[in-house]
């Protein structure tokens, strides 16, 4: 089993910056993904950004040049810097966590509690 453990979130102004945290413990394998989703009311959950292990990143397109995505092995740990923030990034934001004991064997999913983030003036 793998505990996740976010952190950040609130309210700020359009422009604003927030930084999303998730720390992951518990029986930790070596080949991980971990990342955000998000999901605004009446919309469908929605990826945000993806980081392997490795450091490979995955952005949604509607957050590219804004978001930052990051992450510490040794704390298994993943960051989401947001920048220029919109009212149109109010939602909820989960943590997400996958990981496999090798490629080519199933993948364990685990999902954190959520935070909100509203982006309002």
């Known amino acids: 089993q793998v505990q996740l453990v976010e952190s950040g979130g609130g309210l700020v102004q359009p422009g604003g910056s927030l930084r999303l945290s998730c720390a992951a413990s518990?029986?930790?394998?070596?080949?991980?993904?971990m990342g955000w989703y998000r999901q605004a009311p009446g919309q469908r959950r929605e990826v945000v950004a993806l980081i392997s292990r490795e450091g490979d990143t995955n952005l949604a397109e509607s957050v590219k040049g804004r978001f930052t995505i990051s992450r510490d092995n040794a704390k298994s740990t993943v960051y989401l810097q947001m920048n220029s923030l919109k009212p149109e990034d109010t939602a909820v934001y989960y943590c997400?966590?996958?990981?496999?004991?090798?490629?080519?064997?199933?993948?364990?999913?685990?999902w954190g509690q959520g935070t909100q983030i509203t982006v309002s003036s």
């Open positions: 997400s966590y996958r990981q496999t004991r090798q490629y080519g064997s199933t993948w364990e999913e685990y």
């Open positions: 518990g029986n930790i394998f070596s080949i991980y993904v």
